[in-house]
């Protein structure tokens, strides 16, 4: 299993629903997660970080982390044209300083 | 505020050609990374430096070199390129290097022929 897993999609919603986009993650890593957007030719750029088991919310974002599912979930709220973008988790490895991307989902907004 | 500044932004070599990618960043972060993002692949850690004067392998290292000239700049050398190191390259910095924000440069465009 790889350390950080994601569907590459595309993860097609149509405007002003509920995106949910997931990532799932193996024993080598440690309970640091983040989420980063990135639009089409430019770097990414953190959304949110979540260390704590439950849910963390930042304005139409909610991050959510379940250890013992091993997984992390992003949701979008009200989602936008705007919003299209390839989403990548990340995770820190364990006791390392190394961050660990999983290979992004793509999200399309249709309007 | 600059930030993370990589140069150059698009760069093309033929194969065996070597050349030299170059990171600097203005915001005292201790730890500095080399990334590189193909389709479909994410991106890969190719090399990073936890601190100055420490550097450590990532999933890709090989074929890349890395020094970590000071503080604030962390470069990233081709020896002999080859096709399979086209790819966009980006460098990022955090403070301090666990469990923090990772800021990235604006990407290189490599293209080895």
């Known amino acids: 299993q790889k350390e950080v897993e994601q569907n590459s999609g595309p993860l097609s919603v149509p405007e002003g629903a509920i995106a949910s986009l997931n990532c799932t993650y193996s024993d080598r890593v440690s309970q640091s997660f983040f989420w980063y957007r990135q639009y089409s030719g430019k770097s990414p750029e953190l959304i949110m970080s979540i260390y704590s088991n439950g849910d963390k919310e930042d304005g139409r974002f909610t991050a959510q982390l379940n250890k013992a599912s091993q997984y992390v979930s992003l949701l979008i709220r009200d989602s936008q044209p705007s919003d299209s973008a390839t989403y990548l988790c990340?995770?820190?490895?364990?006791?390392?300083?190394?961050?660990?991307f999983g290979t992004g989902t793509r999200l399309k907004v249709l309007a | 505020n600059a930030g993370v500044t990589q140069t150059p932004k698009f760069q093309v070599l033929k194969t065996g050609q070597s050349m030299t990618l170059q990171c600097a960043q203005d915001m005292n972060h201790n730890s500095m990374y080399w990334y590189r993002q193909d389709p479909g692949m994410g991106l890969r850690l190719i090399y990073y430096s936890a601190s100055e004067g420490t550097t450590d392998k990532g999933e890709v290292p090989n074929g890349y070199n890395v020094s970590r000239l000071n503080k604030r700049e962390f470069s990233l050398r081709l020896e002999s390129a080859a096709p399979s190191q086209t790819s966009v390259y980006f460098c990022?910095?955090?403070?301090?290097?666990?469990?923090?924000?990772?800021?990235f440069g604006s990407g290189t465009q490599l293209s080895v022929l």
């Open positions: 990022a910095s955090s403070e301090k290097g666990r469990g923090e924000k990772l800021f």
């Open positions: 990340a995770a820190l490895g364990s006791g390392t300083y190394k961050y660990i």
